[in-house]
Protein backbone atom coordinates (compact mmCIF):
# COMPACT_ATOMS: atom_id res chain seq x y z
CA UNK A 1 0.00 0.00 0.00
CA UNK A 2 2.00 3.17 -1.08
CA UNK A 3 -1.30 5.04 -0.86
CA UNK A 4 -1.53 8.83 1.34
CA UNK A 5 -4.99 9.70 1.42
CA UNK A 6 -6.17 13.35 2.34
CA UNK A 7 -9.44 15.05 3.31
CA UNK A 8 -11.28 16.92 2.53
CA UNK A 9 -10.84 16.69 -1.38
CA UNK A 10 -12.09 20.74 -1.17
CA UNK A 11 -13.15 23.34 1.31
CA UNK A 12 -14.26 26.67 0.82
CA UNK A 13 -13.77 28.45 3.81
CA UNK A 14 -14.44 32.06 5.52
CA UNK A 15 -11.49 34.58 6.76
CA UNK A 16 -13.21 34.09 10.54
CA UNK A 17 -13.54 30.15 10.11
CA UNK A 18 -11.65 27.81 12.00
CA UNK A 19 -11.18 24.21 9.64
CA UNK A 20 -8.32 20.95 9.53
CA UNK A 21 -7.19 19.33 6.80
CA UNK A 22 -6.02 15.70 7.57
CA UNK A 23 -3.65 13.66 6.48
CA UNK A 24 -3.12 9.98 6.56
CA UNK A 25 -0.50 6.83 5.76
CA UNK A 26 0.02 3.25 6.62
CA UNK A 27 3.32 2.57 5.25
CA UNK A 28 4.93 2.50 8.28
CA UNK A 29 6.56 5.76 7.17
CA UNK A 30 8.01 8.10 9.83
CA UNK A 31 8.52 11.37 8.27
CA UNK A 32 5.32 13.57 6.73
CA UNK A 33 5.18 16.64 5.10
CA UNK A 34 2.54 19.53 4.08
CA UNK A 35 3.19 21.47 0.98
CA UNK A 36 1.63 24.87 -0.36
CA UNK A 37 1.01 25.10 -4.18
CA UNK A 38 -0.65 28.09 -5.91
CA UNK A 39 -2.04 27.58 -9.25
CA UNK A 40 0.82 27.01 -12.17
CA UNK A 41 3.63 27.13 -9.70
CA UNK A 42 5.21 24.07 -8.25
CA UNK A 43 5.16 22.85 -4.60
CA UNK A 44 6.16 24.53 -1.81
CA UNK A 45 7.54 22.92 1.31
CA UNK A 46 5.86 24.70 4.74
CA UNK A 47 6.20 21.51 7.79
CA UNK A 48 8.26 18.86 8.11
CA UNK A 49 7.38 16.41 10.86
CA UNK A 50 9.79 13.35 11.65
CA UNK A 51 9.56 10.25 14.12
CA UNK A 52 5.98 13.13 15.07
CA UNK A 53 7.89 16.25 15.70
CA UNK A 54 8.11 19.26 13.81
CA UNK A 55 12.02 19.13 12.32
CA UNK A 56 11.01 21.68 9.28
CA UNK A 57 8.86 24.99 9.48
CA UNK A 58 9.79 27.15 6.90
CA UNK A 59 8.51 30.49 8.24
CA UNK A 60 4.46 29.71 7.58
CA UNK A 61 1.97 32.42 9.27
CA UNK A 62 0.54 31.13 12.74
CA UNK A 63 -2.51 31.01 11.20
CA UNK A 64 -1.17 27.25 9.62
CA UNK A 65 -0.93 25.13 12.74
CA UNK A 66 0.49 22.12 12.10
CA UNK A 67 -0.13 18.73 14.36
CA UNK A 68 1.15 14.95 14.28
CA UNK A 69 -0.91 13.11 16.14
CA UNK A 70 0.74 9.89 15.66
CA UNK A 71 3.08 8.35 13.20
CA UNK A 72 0.22 7.79 10.46
CA UNK A 73 -1.89 10.87 10.84
CA UNK A 74 -0.73 14.35 10.04
CA UNK A 75 -3.28 17.64 10.49
CA UNK A 76 -2.99 21.22 9.74
CA UNK A 77 -5.02 23.75 11.20
CA UNK A 78 -6.32 26.59 9.41
CA UNK A 79 -7.60 29.82 11.44
CA UNK A 80 -8.40 33.49 9.97
CA UNK A 81 -6.74 32.77 6.91
CA UNK A 82 -6.50 34.72 3.59
CA UNK A 83 -7.64 34.85 0.20
CA UNK A 84 -4.17 34.45 -0.96
CA UNK A 85 -3.75 31.37 1.14
CA UNK A 86 -6.13 29.83 -1.57
CA UNK A 87 -4.02 26.38 -3.13
CA UNK A 88 -3.85 22.84 -3.50
CA UNK A 89 -2.12 21.43 -0.05
CA UNK A 90 -0.64 18.37 -0.30
CA UNK A 91 0.40 16.21 1.81
CA UNK A 92 3.55 13.52 1.75
CA UNK A 93 5.06 11.05 3.37
CA UNK A 94 8.79 9.26 3.51
CA UNK A 95 10.68 6.65 5.42
CA UNK A 96 13.18 9.09 6.93
CA UNK A 97 14.62 12.73 5.90
CA UNK A 98 18.10 11.79 4.89
CA UNK A 99 17.44 13.00 0.97
CA UNK A 100 17.56 9.60 -0.08
CA UNK A 101 13.88 8.06 0.29
CA UNK A 102 11.25 8.48 -1.88
CA UNK A 103 8.48 10.88 -0.71
CA UNK A 104 4.22 9.31 -1.81
CA UNK A 105 2.37 12.79 -1.94
CA UNK A 106 -1.46 12.49 -1.72
CA UNK A 107 -3.96 13.85 -3.81
CA UNK A 108 -4.43 17.12 -2.28
CA UNK A 109 -6.94 19.53 -0.60
CA UNK A 110 -7.80 22.47 -2.88
CA UNK A 111 -9.11 25.20 -0.40
CA UNK A 112 -10.56 28.67 -1.31
CA UNK A 113 -10.41 31.30 1.11
CA UNK A 114 -13.52 33.85 0.74
CA UNK B 1 21.59 24.21 -2.55
CA UNK B 2 21.32 22.58 -5.59
CA UNK B 3 19.42 24.81 -7.96
CA UNK B 4 17.88 23.02 -11.35
CA UNK B 5 16.60 24.46 -14.90
CA UNK B 6 13.84 23.01 -17.16
CA UNK B 7 13.22 23.65 -20.08
CA UNK B 8 8.85 25.82 -19.49
CA UNK B 9 7.65 23.08 -21.89
CA UNK B 10 7.73 20.06 -24.68
CA UNK B 11 5.75 18.21 -27.26
CA UNK B 12 5.99 15.02 -27.76
CA UNK B 13 3.87 12.55 -30.21
CA UNK B 14 2.24 9.54 -28.75
CA UNK B 15 4.30 6.29 -29.14
CA UNK B 16 7.35 8.27 -29.66
CA UNK B 17 10.28 8.79 -26.87
CA UNK B 18 10.11 11.76 -24.33
CA UNK B 19 13.54 13.04 -23.54
CA UNK B 20 13.24 15.96 -20.83
CA UNK B 21 16.29 17.58 -19.98
CA UNK B 22 17.47 18.79 -16.43
CA UNK B 23 20.79 21.13 -15.45
CA UNK B 24 21.81 21.30 -12.09
CA UNK B 25 25.22 21.93 -12.55
CA UNK B 26 25.57 22.98 -8.57
CA UNK B 27 24.74 19.46 -7.04
CA UNK B 28 26.32 17.63 -4.58
CA UNK B 29 28.75 15.23 -4.96
CA UNK B 30 26.85 12.61 -2.80
CA UNK B 31 23.37 13.79 -3.23
CA UNK B 32 20.92 12.05 -5.80
CA UNK B 33 19.01 13.26 -8.53
CA UNK B 34 14.50 13.11 -8.36
CA UNK B 35 12.42 13.20 -10.61
CA UNK B 36 8.41 13.61 -10.49
CA UNK B 37 5.44 14.16 -12.54
CA UNK B 38 2.21 15.66 -11.51
CA UNK B 39 -0.83 15.32 -13.92
CA UNK B 40 -3.43 18.07 -13.35
CA UNK B 41 -4.51 19.12 -10.12
CA UNK B 42 -3.33 15.70 -8.48
CA UNK B 43 -0.38 14.66 -6.34
CA UNK B 44 3.39 14.63 -7.76
CA UNK B 45 3.84 11.19 -8.46
CA UNK B 46 7.43 9.91 -7.88
CA UNK B 47 9.08 8.29 -11.63
CA UNK B 48 12.94 7.47 -10.83
CA UNK B 49 16.31 9.20 -9.10
CA UNK B 50 19.55 8.66 -9.40
CA UNK B 51 23.25 9.18 -8.43
CA UNK B 52 25.98 8.92 -11.13
CA UNK B 53 25.11 5.44 -12.95
CA UNK B 54 21.93 5.55 -15.04
CA UNK B 55 18.73 4.14 -13.92
CA UNK B 56 15.89 2.36 -15.12
CA UNK B 57 12.46 1.17 -13.89
CA UNK B 58 9.08 0.24 -15.79
CA UNK B 59 8.34 3.79 -16.17
CA UNK B 60 11.34 5.82 -17.23
CA UNK B 61 14.71 5.66 -17.78
CA UNK B 62 17.07 8.34 -16.30
CA UNK B 63 20.36 9.38 -17.87
CA UNK B 64 23.19 11.15 -15.51
CA UNK B 65 26.52 12.63 -17.42
CA UNK B 66 29.11 11.42 -15.93
CA UNK B 67 29.92 15.16 -14.42
CA UNK B 68 26.49 15.07 -13.14
CA UNK B 69 25.32 18.43 -14.08
CA UNK B 70 22.72 17.12 -16.27
CA UNK B 71 20.71 14.42 -16.61
CA UNK B 72 17.89 13.04 -18.91
CA UNK B 73 14.43 11.59 -18.15
CA UNK B 74 13.30 9.14 -21.01
CA UNK B 75 9.99 8.19 -21.44
CA UNK B 76 10.70 5.10 -24.21
CA UNK B 77 6.95 4.96 -25.61
CA UNK B 78 5.06 8.03 -24.28
CA UNK B 79 1.25 8.20 -24.13
CA UNK B 80 -1.32 10.28 -23.60
CA UNK B 81 -2.15 9.75 -20.36
CA UNK B 82 1.83 10.69 -20.15
CA UNK B 83 0.95 14.54 -20.06
CA UNK B 84 1.91 16.05 -17.06
CA UNK B 85 4.50 18.56 -15.73
CA UNK B 86 7.63 16.92 -15.13
CA UNK B 87 10.02 18.24 -11.92
CA UNK B 88 13.71 17.60 -11.40
CA UNK B 89 14.00 17.92 -8.48
CA UNK B 90 17.52 19.04 -5.83
CA UNK B 91 17.72 18.34 -2.45
CA UNK B 92 17.65 21.69 -0.06
CA UNK B 93 19.96 20.56 3.51
CA UNK B 94 18.13 22.12 6.80
CA UNK B 95 19.59 21.16 9.56
CA UNK B 96 19.85 17.58 9.46
CA UNK B 97 17.17 16.70 6.46
CA UNK B 98 17.41 17.02 3.33
CA UNK B 99 14.24 18.18 1.65
CA UNK B 100 12.80 18.25 -1.82
CA UNK B 101 13.17 21.77 -3.34
CA UNK B 102 10.92 21.64 -6.63
CA UNK B 103 12.12 23.69 -9.77
CA UNK B 104 9.64 25.31 -11.85
CA UNK B 105 9.24 22.07 -14.32
CA UNK B 106 8.49 21.58 -17.90
CA UNK B 107 4.95 20.29 -19.42
CA UNK B 108 5.35 17.58 -21.18
CA UNK B 109 2.55 17.38 -23.82
CA UNK B 110 1.91 14.10 -25.83
CA UNK B 111 0.06 14.90 -29.25
CA UNK B 112 -2.48 12.24 -30.89
Known amino acids: DTEVTQTPKHLVMGMTNKKSLKCEQH?????MYWYKQKAKKPPELMFV???????INESVPSRFSPECPNSSLLNLHLHALQPEDSALYLC?????????????FGPGTRLLVL | DAKTTQPPSMDCAEGRAANLPCNHSTISGNEYVYWYRQIHSQGPQYIIH???NNETNEMASLIITEDRKSSTLILPHATLRDTAVYYC?????????????FGSGTQLTVLP
Open chain 2, 50 to 52: GLK
Open chain 1, 27 to 31: MGHRA
Open chain 2, 89 to 101: ISLTFQGSARQLT
Open chain 1, 49 to 55: YSYEKLS
Open chain 1, 92 to 104: ASSHGTSGRETQY
